[in-house]
């Protein structure tokens, strides 16, 4: 199964002013996780529920996601990015 990011507004809001080398490290990764969003290379679990997960955005930042099993999404929630 292929999975649907989609950022919620929090995110989006967060994106505001990213420079362009933080969206393309942002679309490549958001990729990985499409295709496996519990791929223990690319993320890892936050909390005691494996759906709850953070992926490192390189050396730049970071996002937190969640895992919808049932609707294919992806749903990011958070982004940091310090680079």
Not at 5 to 22: F, Y
Not at 49 to 65: H, K, Q, V
Request: net charge negative; proline share 5%; charged share 30%.
């Amino acid at each position: 199964m292929t999975y649907r990011p989609w950022l919620e507004g929090a995110a989006l809001r967060q994106m505001a002013g990213l420079p362009l080398e933080a969206l393309e490290t942002l679309v490549r990764v958001l990729s990985r996780i499409c295709d496996d969003p519990y791929e223990r290379l690319f993320s890892t679990a936050l909390r005691d529920d494996p759906r709850e997960r953070m992926a490192e955005l390189g050396d730049g930042g970071f996002i937190e996601y969640s895992v919808d099993d049932d609707a294919g999404l992806i749903h990011v929630y958070h982004l940091v990015w310090t680079g």
